[in-house]
């Protein structure tokens, strides 16, 4: 019989569907696997259902000579975490979960962008500690979205999926930079670099994938285009941005606000981000619906039941 290691709890409905499918090992921590943890599993499961913060890193797969692990079904879109190089060079293939995330994950943009341009933050915090002293006409003025331009740095399903919300939702323009000319049920201008698409934009989404490629791809010349009131969004990988120069962008005012739901060196959210007004914080919660999370186990589940059958698994990660 196939065993399988579960590595984070998982939604009741995928947990039932699981047990039936070989024999399971379910870990509760909800914290990620330690080195001696992810060496132990290569060695004694045959399959691997990781996520976000289990680091099979290269150093991890050179530990191990002869894997009885031979198949990891990543919980997520997101691969970054996972060396597919060195899983590969040991025998192993990797798979992810992609579309489940597409629509949840443009919520949390759009939730994002206009907790920060209208200061929506910033004002619960004010009624949560009694300072809130009634409406007046300048109170807490903020960002007005609908008719501005939006700038999308990576137009795969997310993006395209944050661009239609933005057009047909708050009649945004939207510019965006994309390895290839995307076609569109809306007008969306392909710009020819993210400091050309970010100068001309009052608020940044960036969704592109995490890995080795996109590392601080923001850096501080993408801050240094963007106008002085627009506001940045990222729902992508937290080391896609260069933590340290958006603090510093946002500290000297070089752009008007953030929202966050990934940070560089998560959990760890900087003192500086944290003590900011103008800046959104969520706990990572792109996916963070019942229904998203479920369908999100039963992709994993399917490509685990795939590989079992012997047949090719849907979403198998080059």
Wanted: proline fraction near 4%; include cysteine.
């Amino acid at each position: 019989m196939t065993k399988i290691l579960i590595t984070r709890p998982m939604p009741n409905a995928v947990e039932e569907r699981a047990r039936d499918m070989g024999d399971i090992t379910f870990r509760t921590e909800t914290a990620p696997l330690s080195a001696d943890e992810m060496v132990a599993a290569l060695r004694d499961f045959d399959v691997l259902l990781p996520t976000l913060g289990d680091q099979f890193s290269a150093k991890i797969f050179a530990q191990v000579d002869a894997p009885r692990a031979q198949l990891l079904a990543n919980f997520g879109v997101g691969y970054n975490h996972i060396d597919v190089v060195a899983a590969k060079s040991k025998g192993l293939i990797v798979t992810n979960t992609p579309g489940a995330v597409t629509d949840a994950t443009a919520d949390i943009a759009m939730t994002l962008m206009l907790m920060t341009a209208r200061r929506a933050s910033e004002g619960e915090r004010m009624v949560r500690a009694g300072q809130w002293e009634g409406w007046h006409p300048t109170q807490m003025l903020g960002l007005h979205i609908s008719g501005k331009t939006v700038a999308i740095i990576g137009m795969g399903r997310i993006g395209q999926a944050v661009a239609q919300r933005c057009h047909f939702g708050f009649g945004m323009q939207v510019v965006y930079v994309s390895r290839s000319a995307k076609e569109l049920d809306f007008p969306a201008e392909q710009c020819g670099s993210m400091i050309e698409a970010s100068g001309k934009a009052d608020v940044v989404v960036v969704a592109v994938p995490g890995g080795a490629a996109t590392k601080h791809l923001i850096n501080a010349d993408v801050f240094d285009a963007m106008q002085g009131h627009a506001i940045f969004v990222n729902i992508a990988r937290g080391d896609v941005v260069d933590e340290a120069a958006l603090i510093r962008a946002l500290q000297y005012g070089a752009i008007g606000g953030a929202g966050l739901d990934v940070y560089e060196f998560e959990p760890q959210v900087p003192a500086e981000l944290i003590a900011m007004e103008n800046v959104t914080l969520f706990p990572h919660l792109g996916t963070a619906s019942l229904e998203v999370r479920t369908g999100m186990g039963n992709m994993a589940l399917d490509n685990i039941e795939a590989f079992i059958s012997g047949q090719a698994p849907a979403n198998l990660v080059d």
